[in-house]
């Protein structure tokens, strides 16, 4: 599998993608380009559709308007099993590592490869050794899933993301939830496998400091529109509120700390029900209702 | 005004619900050629759903069998017809108790049991995992569970009317002094294998079909959290036991209209 056969620079560009869920917008007109050979991070604050886009890479969900396309071809154009075998090249890192709870690390390792391939046993024993190596846990092989802490866990789906030497892999918060050891060790295996695999790297995340510090580019979404994007330096040096809002961790600025709301004054003040009605509850009955429905 | 809204909703939210079921369905079916090609991952889930089933299903049958025979017995000693006591024992486990109590144990056990093990799978992105794997988890995951659940059902009713019998012969002729000869020899006489014996297996492989595809569908349909995943176990429990009692008054009815 050669992994840069394309006259194309780019392994996945985004063209005008729009989506929504029920009324809201989640992505309204925009385009990314992901370079190939390169960590490119999407960053934003948590409910701007960072995994939805990811979803929408791997074909998972489908847009309303614009496209997709990865390695020259329309994710969504394609018939299933055109994107079976295109997803056989992408490695996708979930937050919860998404290992299956039923099997050892061992196994949850060698599973993509027993599934997709005839290989021998023998064969895929070193395989699969060499990839728990990558990640370090080659000694936790016998360990079922749940014996793994958060970060153990998140490192052997990586190993079994990339049992199938992909060409690029989907990182969906891969610092959520660490302790800083364990994002050291992250941030580090996911620079150094980029650069000894030859991978693509696309990387969703909100940790400013962690994926500054591995990106070779940076998109920052808010509110479904792409409001800044640039080298890790260009964006620090950003002159949108939006994005320093963002890089420095202010509670207040553009995206503001309260949900939309009435003012607070009336809202206390002229309350539409008195303040001990006689009912037990206000919404007894479209609580009621909500709850069968 | 609003009661009508809220039926016209409701209405609509089931038959769509009963459209992604069907869908579903379809979508079981045609992958189960890939589990023939793979009978081990059949074998795992027959132990799961099949093989655990065992206890509840043999300790069921032989109380129901036992129960059969002591109310059977104050009846028909009323006739001074106790030898036929076998025949009702042995008809009513085999045309009705078996298939029918030996549904509702088993949606009871391994329908909620496949719900939930489905449903947590998808809230722990355990299946979206595996598409983005290009493994497709209704091959791999979905249609073993129903094959198995499906193929367990008529052997767990067979086996749960076969204990009932011997239940009923041990309280019949054991304590109860009825003519052990008499309890065999009636039954083999009465029970017509036909009538009987394969309308009653094909009861319970319906209802195993129905059971499978409720429990997996409900898993599979679930939201994927904690409250999501407990409601969608109940859904399993409750609308098998109604389709199941629903489906045997109608089954019952085509099979044994005639006489």
Known sequence: ?293 | MEFFRYLGASTRASFTKLGRASYFLIEILSGLASVIVRPRLLLKQLHSVGVLSFLIIVISGLFVGMVLGLQGFYILSRFGAEETLGVMVAASLVRELGPVVAALLFAGRAGSALTAEIGLMKATEQLSGMEMMAIDPIKRIISPRFLAGFLSMPLLASLFSAVGIIGGQLVGSGLLGVDDGAYWSQMQATLDFKDDIINGIIKSVVFGFVTSWIALFEGYDAIPTAEGVSRATTRTVVNSAFSILGLDFILTALMFGEH
């Open chain 1, 1 to 293: 599998m050669d992994n840069v056969d394309s006259t194309e620079n780019n392994l996945v560009s985004v063209h005008n993608l729009t989506f929504s869920r029920g009324e809201k917008k989640i992505f309204d007109d925009i385009s990314l380009e992901f370079e190939r050979g390169k960590i490119t991070a999407i960053m934003g604050p948590s409910g701007t559709g960072k995994t939805t886009l990811l979803k929408l890479i791997g074909g998972q969900l489908f847009p309303e308007r614009g496209n997709v396309m990865v390695n020259g071809r329309n994710v969504h154009h394609l018939k299933r099993a055109e994107l079976y075998a295109l997803r056989k090249r992408m490695g996708m890192l979930f937050q919860s590592g998404a290992l299956l709870t039923d099997m050892t690390v061992y196994n949850n390792v060698a599973f993509p490869l027993r599934e997709h391939t005839t290989l021998p046993e023998s064969m895929i024993r070193s395989l699969v050794l060499m990839k728990l190596e990558a990640v370090g846990l080659r000694g936790a092989r016998d360990l079922m899933p749940n014996e793994l802490s958060g970060g153990m866990a998140r490192r052997v789906a990586l190993a079994r993301a990339i049992a199938l030497d992909p060409m690029m892999i989907l990182y969906d918060e891969p610092f959520t939830g660490q302790d800083p050891i364990s994002m050291g060790a992250l941030v580090l295996l996911i620079k150094s496998l980029n650069a000894t695999l030859g991978l693509t790297s696309i990387i969703v995340s909100h940790d400013v400091h962690e994926t500054s510090a591995i990106a070779d580019y940076i998109y920052v979404l808010a509110d479904g529109k792409i409001v800044g994007q640039g080298t890790p330096q260009e964006i620090t040096q950003s002159s949108s509120e939006w994005v320093q809002q963002f890089m420095n961790g202010a509670a207040d600025g553009p995206v503001h700390f309260h949900y939309p709301a009435k003012e607070y004054m009336d809202d206390l003040l002229h309350s539409e029900k008195p303040l001990f009605p006689r009912s037990r509850l206000p919404d007894d009955r479209t609580a009621k209702r909500k709850r069968y429905s």
